[in-house]
C-alpha cells in the first residue's frame, strides 16, 4: 500500500508561545490546579457512559485534560490506540454538547499556557453573559 506522504522522523515541538516555563509536569499541574481550586478524577457522565474529567472547575465548566501520549520506539498509550482515541472523542464531544469548555495538553505545553487558557475562557464565558 503506498501513501502519498514520505515517513520522516519529525520531533514533536511545542508552538513558540508554549515554551515558556519549560515542559508540562503533571505534578506541578495537579499542585497548581487543586490550589486554584480544581477538582481531581471529577466524575462526568452522560447518557448511561461515565467518565472523568483529569480535572475540572465544576461550577464554570472548565475541564483540564492531561493527554499522557507513550514516549519511546514502541511505547502504547490508550490515547493513541484509535479505540482510545474514539472514546476521547466521544467523551470531549458530549462534553461540549453539554456546555463544558475542555482544555487538552500534554508534557510539550507549559503551566503558563494552561493558566493563560483557563482566564481566557473565564474572560470569554462573562463577555458572553
Known sequence: MTTPFKKKNYKATAPVSANR??????????????????????????????????????????????????????GKSRHTTIGGYSGDC????????????????TKLHTIGMVLDNINAVRQNKKIKK
Open 21 to 74: 516555563g519549560g515542559s508540562l509536569d503533571p505534578k506541578m499541574l495537579e499542585i497548581i490546579l487543586k490550589q486554584m481550586g480544581a477538582v481531581a478524577e471529577y466524575p462526568f457522565a452522560e447518557n448511561g457512559r461515565r467518565w472523568r474529567f483529569d480535572f475540572a472547575f465544576p461550577d464554570e465548566r472548565i475541564a483540564i485534560e492531561y493527554e499522557g501520549m507513550a514516549v519511546g520506539e514502541g
Open 90 to 105: 466521544e467523551k470531549y464531544n458530549h462534553a461540549a454538547i453539554n456546555g463544558w469548555v475542555v482544555l487538552r495538553y
